[in-house]
């Protein structure tokens, strides 16, 4: 699934593209990022109400390359630089996290765990 398709799926505001051809195949949601940790995900989508800067640290470390903010929860500059200094794909829904992983679910994407 390439981004724009995720955006259209879910409603979404495309903040940021890092313009590489992506291939979304699973997602990932929670708000507890240390849950995130666990994992590595190079193909995956981190669905999550959380809008902080911290979201975009832990998608780095997890290897994410995009975010969907759910609820339609304001997202700050300073988070959409550091996802483009990160080359991490972010987008603003305002959908809920299990409106998004149902919808996604439908789709053809897997959730990860």
């Known amino acids: 699934m390439t981004l724009q398709q995720l955006s259209n799926i879910v409603k979404g505001n495309i903040l940021h593209d890092p313009v590489k051809s992506m291939d979304y195949r699973y997602y ?18 981190l669905i999550t109400g959380l809008s902080t800067i911290q979201t975009v640290r ?9 975010i969907v903010v759910a609820r339609g929860k304001q997202i700050s500059n300073e988070m959409i630089a550091l ?5 991490i794909a972010l987008v603003s829904s305002p959908l809920t996290v299990f409106e998004i992983s149902g919808k996604l679910y439908m789709n053809g994407i897997k959730p990860v765990y």
Not at 28 to 45: C, K, N, T, Y
Not at 83 to 87: D, L
């Open 28 to 45: 990932f949601a929670s708000d507890l990022m240390s849950d995130v940790l666990r994992f590595h995900m190079d193909d995956a989508i």
């Open 58 to 66: 832990t998608a780095e470390m997890s290897n994410l390359p995009c």
């Open 83 to 87: 996802a483009s200094e990160n080359h």
